[in-house]
């Protein structure tokens, strides 16, 4: 049985990044839901009163 320690060091070394690629994208898509779930309760938050900000009082 004949190994080809190269190509073997090469496969590895690609898969290794195909890895980091990877969890480096799971991490930004993690981020972006974590600032859309931000965004969804403050939204929320704002509609539990929404009277506040929506009347103004003018005098000419």
Request: aromatic share 0%; no cysteine; proline share 3%.
């Amino acid at each position: 049985m004949d190994m080809d320690i190269p190509a073997l060091s090469v496969a590895m070394a690609q898969a290794n990044i195909t890895n980091q690629l990877g969890t480096a994208m799971l991490s930004n898509a993690l981020e972006m839901a974590e600032g859309n779930g931000d965004s969804m309760v403050r939204m929320m938050e704002n509609s539990v009163t929404p009277e506040i900000g929506g009347n103004i009082d003018v005098s000419v």
